[in-house]
């Protein structure tokens, strides 16, 4: 399994404790929390170490990102957002994209939450300009992906991913006032006819499970999965064993066999929450939420089969 930094034992996520009131007051995490997660590169979790990650596996993202949001929620939305957008980059963008992005150290990104880009195209790229909103880790990240709709196609919605340094777009101070998340950053930002060049960009398909299926995805995608479940599972068991505390994993297998046992009379599973069983044994489960009910069920299935 991947080891993750020692300073996530106490030394991180206590310096995040410490300052989690001056960065709700801040309205970003401050320049100590930001450094910190930076320097631990627990921005990259995800991404193998020959490309600038930490080669770490879903589960060692999930149980991260458990400990920085124990010490501070917004730390730990900015943390889980950050890597979920680094990892559909590293994923999807060209080779030459990815060394800039992560083959200069340490690097935070984010992520448009709706495709509302606009392009126009021009020679050796696009020309690239929207509004858009809900800017999560906005504060520490170096580089924005922005996507915009495409023309169907064979009964398919296809999207356009841009790139972007974070110096070609626009921050609308102010914007984000949440109690309680005011440290995630969560503006509001535009982008007015900024260059993309094409190898910054790249063409995703929406296809019929709801999951997002870059030109390159599986490729580069099997070949990360090498990682041994099995034997993350055991070790991150272990170490909260050894801390006297149950690990997240076991805690979600709880909650879901609770509520397989549930009385039938009481209020029914909703869509979109799908148990994880294998080999007969259940082992947790996978929730999904903000589409419609079908939508959200048929992602968590989606999901749950890519396990």
Request: charged residues 25%.
């Amino acid at each position: 399994m991947a080891s993750l930094p020692p300073p996530l034992d106490g030394a991180i996520s206590g310096l995040i404790s410490e300052q989690a009131l001056a960065s709700e007051r801040l309205g970003r995490l401050t320049d100590k929390v930001a450094a910190s997660l930076l320097d631990a590169n627990l921005f990259s979790i995800r991404l193998p170490r020959e490309d600038g990650g930490l080669g770490g596996t879903g589960v060692d993202l999930f149980e991260a990102t458990e400990e920085i949001a124990r010490a501070d929620g917004s730390a730990g939305w900015n943390m889980l957002i950050s890597n979920a957008v680094s990892t559909f980059v590293h994923n999807g963008a060209s080779t030459k994209a990815c060394s800039e992005i992560f083959g200069n150290g340490p690097v935070a990104c984010w992520a448009t939450l709706l495709p509302k880009a606009k392009s126009v195209e021009v020679e050796g790229g696009f020309c690239v300009s929207g509004d858009f909103a809900w800017g999560s880790s906005s504060s520490l990240s170096r580089w924005v992906m922005v996507a915009e709709p495409l023309n169907d196609r064979d009964g398919q919605q296809w999207f356009r991913a841009h790139l972007l340094p974070k110096h070609d777009v626009d921050i609308r101070e102010g914007s984000w006032d949440v109690m309680g998340l005011r440290a995630t950053a969560s503006i509001d930002y535009s982008i007015v006819g900024k260059f993309v060049p094409a190898y910054r960009t790249t063409r995703s398909v929406r296809d019929g499970r709801s999951s997002l299926l870059t030109r390159r995805w599986r490729e580069k995608d099997s070949n990360h999965r090498s990682l041994s479940r099995a034997e993350g599972r055991k070790g991150l068991t272990s170490r909260h064993a050894s801390q006297g505390r149950p690990s997240s994993r076991l805690h979600l297998a709880a909650r879901a066999a609770k509520w397989r046992s549930a009385p039938t009379s009481g209020p029914p599973p909703r869509e979109g929450v799908v148990p994880i069983i294998r080999n007969g044994v259940l082992e947790g489960a996978c929730g999904v939420n903000g589409g419609t009910t079908q939508q959200d069920e048929d992602c968590a299935r989606a999901g749950v089969a890519r396990l």
